[in-house]
């Protein structure tokens, strides 16, 4: 099983980026799809996920309005963009595969961006 993030990197404040998660050894349509960061001396926070049946999607309050989670199953890939960035955005941004109906649970191994001021 693999997942790969990517489309990170270092943007100024108001910019957008696009990451990235493709998805590899994995029955990827049954699997729900989040977005997490981790800033420097932060814990890990979840800020969107994607459901894998019914695509619902759900947003942490520090994103909602700006983030967008979107899937495609034909790829195998799930996207996060990313708009109005702001320097707390700056963080090392994971991609998990949760599967619904036990503990198969998958990380990639993270994409950075940096929001200048």
């Known amino acids: 099983v693999q997942l790969v993030e990517s489309g990170g990197g270092l943007v100024q404040v108001g910019g957008s980026l696009r990451l990235s998660c493709a998805a590899s050894?994995?029955?990827?349509?049954?699997?729900?799809i989040g977005w997490f960061r981790q800033a420097p001396g932060k814990e890990r926070e979840g800020i969107a996920c994607?459901?894998?049946?019914?695509?619902?999607?759900y947003y942490g309050d520090s994103v909602k309005g700006r983030f967008t989670i979107s899937r495609d199953n034909a790829k195998n890939t799930v996207y996060l963009q990313m708009n109005s960035l702001k320097p707390e955005d700056t963080a090392v941004y994971y991609c998990?595969?949760?599967?619904?109906?036990?503990?198969?649970?998958?990380w990639g191994k993270g994409t950075t961006v940096t929001v200048s001021s």
């Open positions: 050894g994995i029955a990827f349509d049954d699997y729900a």
């Open positions: 994607i459901g894998s049946s019914d695509g619902v999607k």
């Open positions: 998990n595969a949760r599967y619904p109906y036990d503990t198969r649970d998958y």
